[in-house]
């Protein structure tokens, strides 16, 4: 990336070390022996999971425009 793209990969890298430990847990949640808790542990990752996306076809956009 070009150095006019290091405040996205900066915030990128930023908010995947933040997303990361509730991602973790919805994934331990998971395994609850509560339906409803494995539920709302899958919600909880889903929504992490598409943040995420949002974020790599954020940066790929980017890319794609400084190229």
């Known amino acids: 990336m070009p150095d006019s793209d290091e405040p996205l990969r900066r915030l990128r890298h930023d908010l995947r070390n933040i997303l990361s430990p509730a991602l973790l847990t919805a994934d331990i949640l998971a395994s609850h022996a509560d ?27 980017v890319k794609q425009d400084g190229q």
């Open 35 to 61: 339906p409803s808790v494995r539920k709302q542990a899958e919600t909880i990752a889903t929504a992490i999971e598409t943040a995420t996306a949002r974020l790599r076809q954020a940066s790929q956009g």
